[in-house]
């Protein structure tokens, strides 16, 4: 099983990234997808979340309206669309498979707002 984010760097306030996380091991369709992140000196916080098949999505309150999740099950990715970004936004960000007691984590990628 894997899960393998891309698309983390370094960008300025204001900017946009799309991170991305690939699935492979496992039935992706099947499971619920969430982004958490992870500042320096903090604990994880989820981020956003989406159903299986995508219908339904909620975020922190601190980036709504911001991010947008989404997934395409055929390709076995979900996506984290983050626009406006904020300082405050600074984090590893990881995705995250759940199905019942089965769950797996990818090895997260690093976002850096700066200017």
């Known amino acids: 099983v894997q899960l393998v984010e891309s698309g983390g760097g370094l960008v300025q306030p204001g900017g946009s990234l799309r991170l991305s996380c690939a699935g492979s091991?496992?039935?992706?369709?099947?499971?619920?997808m969430r982004w958490y992140r992870q500042a320096p000196g903090k604990g994880r916080e989820s981020v956003a979340h989406?159903?299986?098949?995508?219908?339904?999505?909620n975020y922190a309150d601190s980036v709504k309206g911001r991010f947008t999740i989404s997934r395409d099950n055929a390709k076995n990715t979900v996506y984290l669309q983050m626009n406006n970004l904020k300082p405050d936004d600074t984090a590893v960000y990881y995705c995250?498979?759940?199905?019942?007691?089965?769950?797996?984590w990818g090895q997260g990628t690093q976002v850096t707002v700066s200017s």
């Open positions: 091991g496992f039935t992706f369709s099947t499971y619920v």
């Open positions: 989406i159903s299986t098949a995508g219908g339904s999505r």
């Open positions: 995250y498979a759940v199905r019942g007691v089965l769950e797996y």
